[in-house]
């Protein structure tokens, strides 16, 4: 089950850099996507969500934009500390007004350097 | 900040045992998930609760497997024969849904069942 990939297992970005990281997904009913942030032997922390019918979301130093026809999304980070090394999941969700499972990435390992 | 809380945070059981994963969502969350997380895999959907009933469970959820809501606070995963494959990080998760802006889930700090 592969509806929710990330394709780069690991990314290095320098500290005050921008950090990037991508996510695809298959499921043309998602229309709810998150990110969240996991520390080592901690759960996953929500970091930021965009609903489908929007293509930006920002808080803070996170952005999150959508591209539905590309099925893709993406998580922009800037300016880097080196405090955001950890692994990024992103996840999706189909809203039918229930609970609903979401569905995660691999993610991805950010190591941001001094 | 309010926060889903979970114990034990590691869990050591021979194989064959029965185990409880205690919970406590965020006190006005209505929903209530577990996920597990197998050493170098993704995360996985388990179970998700409402209302005092199993909303929608994945394959994964056996029937060794079940979940109870036994007081207003806690909420519990009960695995009745664990065999090894079931070693791995569970999470719990809380979500209030609010109509119309998603449901975003938050997840408690994880317990880690090792099956010897």
């Known amino acids: 089950d592969q509806q929710v990939k990330q394709n780069s297992p690991s990314l290095s970005v320098q500290e005050g850099r921008i950090s990037i990281l991508n996510c695809d997904y298959t499921?043309?009913?998602?229309?709810?996507f998150l990110w969240y942030k996991k520390y080592p032997a901690e759960g996953p922390t929500f970091l930021i969500s965009i609903s489908s019918i929007k293509d930006k979301n920002e808080d803070g130093r996170f952005t999150v934009f959508l591209n539905k026809s590309a099925k893709h999304l993406s998580l922009h980070i800037v300016p880097s500390q080196p405090g955001d090394s950890a692994v990024y999941f992103c996840a999706a969700s189909v809203r039918d007004g229930t609970a609903s499972k979401l569905t995660f990435g691999t993610g991805t390992r950010l190591q941001v350097t001094l | 900040e309010p926060e889903v809380t979970q114990t034990p945070s590691h869990q050591v059981t021979q194989m064959g045992q029965e185990v409880i994963l205690r919970c406590v969502p965020i006190s006005n969350h209505l929903y209530f998930y577990w996920y597990r997380q197998i050493l170098g895999q993704k995360v996985e959907f388990l179970v998700s609760f409402y209302n005092n009933e199993i909303s929608e469970k994945s394959e994964i959820f056996d029937d060794q497997f079940s979940v109870e809501r036994p007081d207003g606070s806690n909420f519990t995963l009960k695995i009745r024969s664990t065999k090894l494959e079931d070693s791995a990080m569970y999470f719990c998760?809380?979500?209030?849904?609010?109509?119309?802006?998603?449901?975003?889930?938050?997840f408690g700090p994880g317990t880690r069942l090792t099956v010897l």
């Open positions: 998760a809380s979500s209030i849904l609010l109509a119309g802006v998603g449901d975003t889930q938050y």
């Open positions: 499921n043309s009913m998602f229309d709810y």
